[in-house]
């Protein structure tokens, strides 16, 4: 089965920064868009970015977050990434990355069936 590997979460305080990575061994995530998602408890899983296939040159982010987080990929190092600067307590959440077959409204809805996913990561913003 062919999963993805997040890493990078923790504590941090807010204002604070931290760097997300995805990993996957087992495929290349060069052919995949990378959604990032995040779900707080007892809220809907929510699309947080996506950046596109290949090069990369589209991205998406949810408003929340524009301006403030920047999504990358490596696909030498088979691994993207998610940047998280000025963080607020709001961003408290389990991150998940997930491999789409593109960036966009239908692909985020159809991603817990069709899309590649990890375990997620565990960021929490508080003093």
């Known amino acids: 089965q062919l999963r993805l590997v997040e890493s990078g979460g923790g504590w941090v305080q807010p204002g604070g920064s931290l760097r997300l990575s995805c990993a996957a061994s087992?495929?290349?995530?060069?052919?995949?868009?990378i959604g990032w998602f995040r779900q707080a408890p007892g809220k809907e899983r929510e699309m947080v970015s996506c950046?596109?296939?290949?090069?990369?040159?589209?991205?998406e982010y949810a408003d929340s977050v524009k301006g403030r987080f920047t999504t990358s990929r490596n696909n030498t190092n088979n691994t993207a990434y998610l940047q998280m600067n000025t963080l607020k307590p709001e961003d408290t959440a389990t991150y998940y990355c997930?491999?789409?077959?593109?960036?966009?409204?239908?692909?985020?809805?159809?991603?817990?069936?069709?899309?590649?996913w990890g375990q997620g990561t565990q960021v929490t913003v508080s003093s």
């Open positions: 997930s491999g789409l077959m593109g960036c966009g409204a239908f692909y985020y809805i159809t991603a817990p069936q069709s899309g590649i």
């Open positions: 087992e495929f290349t995530i060069e052919d995949y868009a």
């Open positions: 950046i596109s296939s290949s090069l990369g040159r589209t991205t």
